[in-house]
């Protein structure tokens, strides 16, 4: 457990840098637009499943993916698409990393993701992780998902004032 913690430390870290880097390529230097993939695997509100089984699916697909993967918090993940990325390429990926999901979960699972371009983050690297994260939550509530812990929290404390 301890070891997995350590590891997820590792890649939010190497992705807050990944993250960085293809901002200022972006923004500064006027590089090719990049994109950030968050996925989670999630059990179908209506069938009875293990979300860590989905996770770990969604884990064993990604590292086959030919994309860097981080692991975040509460068992998303991250994709950092480099270069120019159209639509049609995200809804492929997307869609094949679903199929191979259904299949390895026997139709248990549901995958949800947030995307988010480097050139809608004009700020900073964290307002790009933060729309991206904003996405991922909104197509949650869409699918009648309830939210993931981090930003469940987060929004128990703006709504009541409670640390």
Not at 83 to 104: F, I, S
Request: glycine share 6%; aromatic share 2%; charged share 25%.
């Amino acid at each position: 457990m301890r070891a997995e913690a350590r590891q997820a430390l590792r890649d939010r870290r190497a992705l807050r840098l990944a993250l960085a880097d293809r901002h200022v390529v972006v923004h500064e230097a006027g590089g090719a637009d990049s994109a950030l993939l968050l996925v989670d695997a999630l059990p179908r509100p209506t069938v009875k499943a293990d979300a860590a089984e989905a996770q770990m699916l969604l884990r064993s697909e990604l590292v086959q993916q030919p994309y860097e993967a981080f692991e975040l918090r509460h068992g998303q993940s991250g994709l950092l698409l480099p270069g120019t990325v159209d639509a049609e390429q995200v809804k492929r990926l997307l869609t094949r990393l679903n199929r191979r999901l259904q299949v390895a979960g026997q139709g248990r699972h549901v995958l949800v993701f947030g995307a988010a371009r480097a050139s809608e983050a004009k700020r900073s690297p964290s307002s790009w992780l933060a729309l991206a994260d904003l996405r991922l939550q909104m197509r949650l509530s869409h699918l009648g998902l309830p939210p993931n812990g981090a930003t469940a929290r987060a929004q128990e404390r703006r709504r009541t004032g409670r640390r």
